[in-house]
């Protein structure tokens, strides 16, 4: 059974940290692309960041020097370091593997980030 569990949300005041974490079980992680997605209340959802199975990594602009992602194949996990936060980092995060060019999706049930003081 393919599960993807989200942690490490929570309330932080603005220009704190947070690293969220994702672990994965009942597919080959290695083989996946991990992508961290976000959904702001009454907004679109939103890719915040990508990491290819061969650890490429992109991100948004609103993020990019602010935010990191990384993955631990040894233990299925992937993370999103997240410094410097703002108010408009609210939102729920995702975590996403997707294969084969997104014929492949299995998600998370997501983890509540709230920036504010």
């Known amino acids: 059974q393919v599960q993807l569990v989200e942690s490490g949300g929570g309330l932080v005041q603005p220009g704190g940290s947070l690293r969220l974490s994702c672990a994965a079980s009942?597919?080959?992680?290695?083989?996946?692309?991990m992508r961290w997605y976000r959904q702001a209340p009454e907004k679109q959802r939103e890719l915040v960041a990508a990491?290819?199975?061969?650890?490429?990594?992109t991100y948004v602009d609103s993020v990019k020097g602010r935010f990191t992602i990384s993955r631990d194949n040894a233990k299925n996990t992937v993370y999103l370091q997240m410094n410097s936060l703002k108010p408009e980092d609210t939102a729920v995060y995702y975590c996403?593997?997707?294969?084969?060019?997104?014929?492949?999706?299995?998600w998370g049930e997501g983890t509540l980030v709230t920036v504010s003081s």
């Open positions: 996403n593997a997707r294969y084969q060019g997104g014929s492949i999706n299995y």
């Open positions: 990491i290819t199975s061969g650890t490429i990594t």
């Open positions: 009942g597919f080959t992680f290695s083989a996946y692309g």
